[in-house]
């Protein structure tokens, strides 16, 4: 048996991120940190939004208390017990915290694709991408997915969309769907 079909009978070892982006560390640096700040920027619009929601309920819900209060108007307290629900949910999950993470995190992938731009060290902007890797909160598998098929698409890669099924598009900053693994249009996925 030759050398070539020992190749093609063997099974492909999967590659990790770093050799992926060391196999073409221009136009990989460009895609992966591209993905990201489109990943981080959707997080953060995401928990901005439920922030801003919350915080808009409460003041509404609390004036409305207050009215009544001065009015002298009797209520159960269940109205008051859900504007305290409302505060306490955007106190226990830190949104606004968690939104400022992501926004900062989506500032500095965009500063290292500028950095590419400008032309700078290759391999400097490598361990700054793979630095950046290691502050990221864990990721949701199928908003990541998305962030890839628009890169994808930004970049004129189209045959390396991944399709995501209609439950994780609906549900991609609810859950994280660990272990998911999405099919590409025509190859799949490595994790």
Not at 18 to 42: K, M, T, W
Not at 90 to 95: I, K, M, Q, R, S
Not at 146 to 157: D, T
Request: hydrophobic residues 45%; neutral net charge; charged residues 20%.
């Amino acid at each position: 048996m030759s050398d070539s079909q020992k190749q093609e009978t063997q099974p492909m070892a999967e590659t990790t991120g770093a050799e992926e982006r060391a196999a073409d560390p221009v136009s990989n640096l460009e895609f992966h940190a591209g993905r990201c700040e489109i990943y981080h920027q959707a997080r953060q619009g995401f928990l901005g939004a439920w922030h801003r929601a919350l915080m808009g309920f409460a003041v509404l819900g609390g004036n409305g208390i207050v009215f009544m209060w001065i009015r002298g108007l009797q209520h159960d307290g269940t109205f008051t017990l859900i504007v305290t629900c409302a505060v306490m949910l955007d106190l226990v999950f830190a949104l606004p915290a968690r939104a400022k993470t992501h926004a900062l995190l989506a500032s500095r992938f965009a500063g290292l694709r500028a950095a590419e731009l400008r032309g700078a060290d290759g391999k400097e902007l490598l361990a700054q991408l793979d630095e950046l890797y290691g502050q990221e909160p864990p990721s949701h598998v199928a908003l990541d997915a998305i962030a890839h098929n628009q890169m994808c698409n930004g970049l004129g890669r189209p045959n390396g969309c991944l399709v995501v099924p209609l439950r994780y598009r609906l549900l991609k900053n609810v859950f994280r769907f660990d272990g998911a693994t999405f099919e590409g249009v025509t190859r799949k996925l490595a994790s």
